[in-house]
């Protein structure tokens, strides 16, 4: 029950550095692409203000990362735990690979970061 309740206070603490913008996405600065959460903190700041269908555009996931820590903190036995997370993994590379052949490299938040740190250490050698 311990564990339980450690893990809904570290997932509600992460989805409030998100949502607080504390965290920034740490591929799109160094790589210049988006991961596959890019979008989530604007998703949530977007349902924070009761626009539902921004929400969905900025990540159509946003309601799954809860959903899935929730989840598998409730679940009592390791396997359905392993197997919530997982398909939660699995469903996030499905939709970001969805995301990136409609979205990327042009539509926020699947947009190229031509500020990235690899691109500005290319331009510099080449
Ligand atoms: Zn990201």
Redesign the pocket.
């Known amino acids: 029950m311990k564990n339980k309740i450690i893990l809904v206070i570290v997932a509600a603490l992460i989805l409030l550095l998100c949502v607080g913008g504390l965290i920034p996405?740490?591929?799109?600065f160094i790589f210049g692409i988006?991961?596959?959460?890019?979008?989530?903190t604007r998703a949530y700041l977007s349902l924070f203000k009761g626009d539902i269908g921004s929400a969905f555009l900025y990540h159509p996931l946003f309601w799954a990362l809860p959903a899935a820590f929730i989840g598998a903190g409730l679940a009592n036995k390791k396997a359905v735990k392993q197997a919530i997370l997982v398909s939660c993994g699995i469903l996030f590379i499905a939709v970001y690979i969805i995301r990136m052949i409609t979205l990327f490299p042009d539509v926020p938040?699947m947009d190229f970061s031509h500020n990235a740190i690899l691109i500005w250490i290319i331009e510099r050698i080449f």
Request: net charge positive.
């Open positions: 996405c740490g591929i799109k988006p991961c596959p959460t890019c979008g989530i938040p």
